[in-house]
Structure formats: structure tokens, C-alpha cells
């Protein structure tokens, strides 16, 4: 089995930082790409930023410039820096990892629980 566990959520002021981080564990052959995702009530879920395995990232043009996604290979852990944090940045926002278990295995998609963030005015 493959888990991945969010932390780091909560309430902030705008203009604050919040860090996120999500832990991937189980049974892991290879982490593919990484990535953070948000859904706001009434809202689609949309891809905040993601991340290679070689560290190529790229960004939610709503977040260029605040937010800085990074990762550590070797804790499979992703990590979602997020900075000068507006109210329209309030959402559930979960991780996604394309993992392959097994060398043999194809790669599947799996997400973390959701972690939520509050920005107040």
C-alpha cells in the first residue's frame, strides 16, 4: 500500500506563509512527478504547482511569484512554500504522486487526504 500524509494546513492572516508538506510511504519503487492541487467550495480541483523527478517545476499563473513547490527525493516528501497569501487562496489542497510500486508495475496515481487553508482578510 502507498500512503501519502499531508500537514501544515491552518488559518493566516493575508500576507502570510504557510508551509505544506506531503509524505509519501509504503511500498515505493519510483516517485514520478509530484504535485499540489487545491479545491475552493463551489470550485473545480485545480493544480497549484507540480514537480519532476529531476526538479523541473511549473506554476498556477495565480501563484507565480508566492508559492515555491520542492521536494527531497530521498524522503519522498514534496513541500508547497506558500507565501504573501491572499483569500482567494482558501481551499482544501491535496498532494498527488505518480508512483510506480514495483519496477514492473505501471505508475498510478495517488493523493493525499487534503489539508485546509485559510487566508482571512
Known amino acids: 500500500q502507498v500512503q501519502l500524509v499531508e500537514s501544515g494546513g491552518g488559518l493566516v492572516q493575508a500576507g502570510g506563509s504557510l508551509r505544506l508538506s506531503c509524505a509519501a510511504s509504503g511500498s515505493i519503487f519510483s516517485i514520478n512527478n509530484m504535485g499540489w492541487y487545491r479545491q475552493a467550495p463551489g470550485k473545480e480541483r485545480e493544480l497549484v504547482a507540480a514537480?519532476?523527478?529531476?526538479?523541473?517545476?511549473n506554476y498556477a499563473d495565480s501563484v507565480k511569484g508566492r508559492f515555491t513547490i520542492s521536494r527531497d527525493n530521498a524522503k519522498n516528501t514534496v513541500y508547497l512554500q506558500m507565501n504573501s497569501l491572499k483569500p482567494e487562496d482558501t481551499a482544501v489542497y491535496y498532494c498527488?504522486?505518480?508512483?510506480?510500486?514495483?519496477?514492473?508495475?505501471?505508475?498510478?496515481?495517488?493523493w493525499g487526504q487534503g489539508t485546509q487553508v485559510t487566508v482571512s482578510s
Open positions: 498527488n504522486a505518480e508512483i510506480r510500486r514495483r519496477s514492473y508495475y505501471p505508475e498510478a496515481n495517488y
Open positions: 514537480i519532476t523527478s529531476g526538479g523541473s517545476t
